[in-house]
C-alpha cells in the first residue's frame, strides 16, 4: 500500500517537473522560432501592430537579398577556410608538444611548459592591439590570412591534452621504444590513436569558438570581402536597421551551419564543450 | 635510444607551438602592458614613455569608472542568475526522468549559436513597438535603449546563452554525489529541500565554486551582445559600455591605443585575481579528497 502511495507520488512528481522542464524549453526555444518566423515575414508584417505571429504567405526573398546586398559568399568562405585553419593546425601542433610535454623528460620541460599555458590567464582583448601592430607591420591587416595566423596554436589544446596523454599506461609506449621506434613515430602511431577522443573535443570547440568570434574579425578586418559571418552580421545592422526580415535572414544562415553539425554530432558537442570548460 | 636524442625530438616536438605562442601571445600580453606606459603620435611611428599618465587619465575620468560598474554591475547580476536555474535545471534533470537527452539538446542550442546572430534576435523581441516580449507581457518598454532597462535585456540574453553549459557541468557535479547518502538521509526522514540543503549543496560546492569564477572570468570580458544588442549610435550605451567595450572603442575607433591598453590591463588585474582565487581554493578542496 505505501509502496503503491510512492509511486503515484513519484509519478505526479515527475509530471510537474517535466511540466517546469517543457516551459523552460520553450523560452529556450522562442528566439530560434522568432529568427525563422520573422524572415519569412515582409517588412510591413514583422514591424506591424499589434504583434503578427505567422506571416500570411512565407515570403523567401529576405534570404535572397541578404545574400545579394552584402557579401555573404565572402562571409561564408572566409569563416569556413579561417575555422579550418583555426582547427587543423592547432590540432596537429598541440599534440605533438602534448606528447613531448608528457611523456619525455627534457631539460626545461617546466618552465617551457609554464610559459606556453600562462598565457591562458590573459583575457583575450589583451593581446588584440599588440596582434593588430605584428599584423600591420607584415602588410597583413584586412587579408583573410591574418583571420587566422595568430590561432596557428593553441596554449590551451596543448593544456588539455598533455592532461590526457600523462593518462596513458606506459607500457604501450615502452614496447613501441623497445621496437626502435623514435619518439615521434611512438607519438604519431602508439600514442595518438589512444587520445582520438580529445581530439575529437578539441576540433569541435576549434571550430565552434573560430565560427562565432566576433571582435578579431571586428577589429582586423574592414573590406566587405574580408569579413566573416560573425563581423559581416554587424554590418548587415547596420545597413538594414530595421529590416527585420533581412537581418533575420542573415542571422539564420550565418548559424546554420554550425547547428546543423550540432544536431549530426550532439553528443559530441556537448561532451566536447562541456569537457573543454571543466579542464579549463 | 640514448637520452640526449629524445631531447632534441622533444624540442622539434614543441617548437611550433612554442614559438607561436611566445610571438603571438606572450610577447603581445607582455606589449600591451608596455603601451599603457607610451603615447603614441602618427600611428605609432613616435612613441613617448609617459610613465602613469595614461593610468592617471584613466582614473580621472569619470567614463572609465561608470564603465568598471557597468561591469561589475552585470557580472553580480549575471553569474548569480545563471547559477541559481542551471542548479534548479540540474537538480529537475538529475531525477531520473525520461527524456534527458532531448532537453539537453534543447537547453544547449544557444551554446552553439553564434552570440553575434543570438544578439539580433533578441533585439527584435526587445523591441518596443512591434516586440514579440512586449506583446506577451502586455507592456510598452523600451528595453534596449532606456538606460534603466538596457543592462536587464543584457543579462537576460546573457543568462539564456549561459544555462545550458552550466546546467550540463552542475548535473555532472551531482551525479557524482553517492546515492547512498540519499538513502540514509531518507532512512533518517529528510525530504525534498531538506536533502538538497543538506546533502547536494555541501557536495556540490567545488563544483559551484569552480562554475562561478569560471562565468566571473568570462562576465568582466563581456562585448559581443554589447556591440550588437546594444549597438554603437544607442543612447542607453553608457549605462551599459563594459571595459572590453570601451577598449574596443579607445583603440580603434578613437585610435588612441595607449589609453585603450591602459583600460584593458585593468581587465587583466581584474582577471589575474579571479584566477588566484580559483587557484588558491582548488588546491584546498583537492586536499580534501
Request: aromatic letters at 16%; a positive charge.
Amino acid at each position: 500500500m505505501a509502496k503503491s502511495q510512492a509511486v503515484a507520488a513519484r509519478s505526479r512528481s515527475n509530471w510537474i517537473i517535466h511540466l517546469v522542464l517543457i516551459a523552460a524549453s520553450v523560452v529556450m526555444i522562442v528566439p530560434f522560432i522568432w529568427m525563422i518566423l520573422t524572415s519569412f515575414k515582409t517588412v510591413t508584417e514583422a514591424t506591424q501592430i499589434p504583434v503578427k505571429i505567422f506571416p500570411a504567405n512565407p515570403d523567401w526573398s529576405s534570404y535572397a537579398k541578404a545574400f545579394e546586398k552584402s557579401d555573404f559568399g565572402h562571409y561564408y568562405l572566409n569563416t569556413i577556410f579561417a575555422a579550418f585553419m583555426k582547427t587543423l593546425f592547432p590540432v596537429i601542433f598541440s599534440s605533438m608538444a602534448a606528447y613531448a610535454f608528457a611523456r619525455i623528460k627534457f631539460p626545461g620541460r617546466t618552465l617551457l611548459f609554464f610559459i606556453i599555458i600562462s598565457v591562458m590567464m590573459v583575457p583575450n582583448p589583451v593581446f588584440y592591439t599588440p596582434q593588430y601592430l605584428l599584423m600591420s607591420n607584415w602588410g597583413l591587416v584586412n587579408t583573410v590570412t591574418a583571420l587566422w595566423i595568430c590561432s596557428l596554436v593553441s596554449p590551451f589544446a596543448t593544456f588539455l591534452l598533455r592532461q590526457f596523454f600523462i593518462g596513458i599506461s606506459q607500457e604501450l609506449e615502452e614496447a613501441a621504444i623497445l621496437d626502435g621506434c623514435n619518439p615521434f613515430q611512438t607519438f604519431r602511431y602508439i600514442m595518438l590513436p589512444l587520445v582520438k577522443s580529445a581530439l575529437v573535443a578539441i576540433v569541435i570547440i576549434q571550430l565552434l569558438w573560430s565560427w562565432n568570434e566576433l571582435q578579431w574579425p571586428l577589429i582586423i578586418n574592414s573590406s566587405p570581402d574580408k569579413l566573416t559571418l560573425s563581423s559581416g552580421l554587424s554590418t548587415l545592422v547596420s545597413m538594414f536597421s530595421t529590416n527585420y526580415p533581412i537581418l533575420m535572414a542573415g542571422a539564420i544562415m550565418a548559424v546554420i551551419p554550425m547547428i546543423v553539425l550540432f544536431f549530426l554530432f550532439q553528443k559530441r558537442f556537448i561532451e566536447g564543450v562541456a569537457f573543454s570548460a571543466h579542464k579549463g | 635510444m640514448n637520452s640526449r636524442s629524445r631531447y632534441v625530438w622533444a624540442y622539434v616536438m614543441i617548437a611550433p607551438t612554442l614559438l607561436g605562442t611566445v610571438l603571438f601571445w606572450s610577447w603581445p600580453a607582455v606589449y600591451s602592458i608596455y603601451l599603457s606606459f607610451l603615447k603614441s603620435e602618427n600611428f605609432g611611428l613616435i612613441n613617448h614613455w609617459v610613465g602613469f599618465a595614461n593610468y592617471e587619465k584613466l582614473f580621472h575620468d569619470r567614463e572609465f569608472w561608470q564603465n568598471l560598474r557597468n561591469t561589475l554591475y552585470y557580472t553580480v547580476l549575471f553569474v548569480p542568475l545563471t547559477l541559481v536555474f542551471s542548479t534548479f535545471f540540474a537538480v529537475l534533470l538529475n531525477s531520473k526522468i525520461r527524456g534527458l537527452s532531448a532537453y539537453r539538446v534543447i537547453f544547449f542550442l544557444p551554446q552553439v549559436t553564434m552570440p553575434a546572430a543570438a544578439a539580433m534576435v533578441w533585439v527584435v523581441l526587445f523591441a518596443r513597438d512591434y516586440g514579440f516580449i512586449n506583446y506577451l507581457l502586455g507592456t510598452h518598454v523600451a528595453w534596449i535603449s532606456d538606460s534603466r532597462f538596457a543592462m536587464f535585456a543584457l543579462v537576460i540574453v546573457g543568462v539564456w546563452g549561459a544555462i545550458g553549459l552550466n546546467m550540463l557541468l552542475i548535473l555532472a557535479g551531482l551525479q557524482g554525489i553517492p546515492r547512498s547518502l540519499y538513502e540514509a538521509a531518507e532512512l533518517d526522514g529528510a525530504v525534498g529541500f531538506r536533502k538538497f540543503r543538506y546533502i547536494t549543496l555541501p557536495l556540490l560546492t567545488p563544483t559551484l565554486f569552480f562554475t562561478t569564477v569560471v562565468l566571473m572570468i568570462g562576465a568582466t570580458q563581456i562585448f559581443d551582445s554589447i556591440y550588437l544588442l546594444i549597438g554603437k549610435t544607442n543612447v542607453a550605451l553608457p549605462s551599459v559600455r563594459s571595459l572590453v567595450y570601451a577598449y574596443y572603442q579607445n583603440s580603434f575607433v578613437y585610435y588612441d591605443q595607449n589609453y585603450g591598453a591602459a583600460i584593458v590591463d585593468i581587465l587583466l588585474v581584474i582577471n589575474l585575481i579571479l584566477t588566484g582565487i580559483q587557484f588558491a581554493f582548488q588546491k584546498k578542496w583537492v586536499n580534501y579528497d
